[in-house]
């Protein structure tokens, strides 16, 4: 079955305290991205760790692979259970990653980013790229996977071939996650239902869990849709 992911795109501390005590009681799961770590740094992860809390830290590492291999190993330290890397770091950097988590925290797992789920066709074609989105996904998703990472972040719309190609435990991240589909920054959104159905592993809700009046029912709703559509 999906976990779900909360997403804690918060930059002020009093509401991202008062998110997490609202949401104590259901959810374990938190995604600490590039805005919550700017604005509170590592603490947040430190604490949300030692509250018993698992923590997916986002911030997407992309640099040499020397400066890789030393954050990825600082980031295994803080005990997160998932981290992002960006498969267009190349090979060694991937790597790079991989011996760093082995030797500092085998429990954590790396999470490859594929093409951003802001992303559309024409957007890729206007930085360079020549294949189509898909193209792309399952070229970065097959050098990831040849590395040694764990599984990749992608859309909705890409797990149906990446499912075919790639087997559990390899893992798939989802993110863009809405209660129906709508116009937004994100292009290749989708409902719980959808991901649930195309085999997602982890479903990552940010934008309407945080932005409700009552995240608490807003995020009991998502579970039940999980569990409902695992049913089926």
């Not at 988590?101 to 797992?109: A, I, L, M």
């Not at 074609?125 to 070229?139: A, P, T, W």
């Amino acid at each position: 079955m999906p976990e779900l992911i909360v997403s804690l795109d918060i930059s002020e501390r009093k509401n991202a305290e008062a998110i997490i005590e609202k949401l104590s009681s259901s959810v374990i799961f938190y995604k600490i991205g590039a805005i919550p770590f700017t604005a509170f740094g590592p603490e947040i992860i430190r604490q949300l760790v030692f509250s018993g809390k698992k923590v997916f830290l986002d911030l997407k590492f992309f640099d040499i692979p020397n400066t890789i291999e030393n954050t990825v190993q600082c980031a295994c330290s803080m005990g997160v259970e998932l981290l992002t890397v960006h498969i267009l770091g190349g090979r060694n950097m991937l790597k790079a990653a991989v011996r760093a988590r082995n030797r500092t925290n085998p429990g954590t797992r790396i999470i490859g980013v594929t093409i951003l789920t802001s992303f559309s066709d024409d957007d890729i074609k206007e930085i360079g790229f020549s294949d189509d989105i898909n193209k792309q996904v399952l070229n970065l998703a097959e050098i990831g996977y040849d590395c040694g990472i764990d599984g990749i972040v992608c859309s909705v719309q890409e797990l149906g071939f990446l499912r075919k190609r790639f087997g559990p435990p390899f893992l798939m991240v989802c993110p863009g996650i809405r209660a129906k589909l709508s116009d937004d920054d994100q292009k290749r959104t989708a409902t719980v239902s959808q991901a649930v159905k195309a085999g997602a592993d982890y479903i990552v809700v940010g934008r309407p869990v945080i932005e409700s009046e009552n995240p608490l029912l807003v995020v009991e709703q998502f579970k039940k849709e999980i569990i409902e559509n695992e049913a089926r």
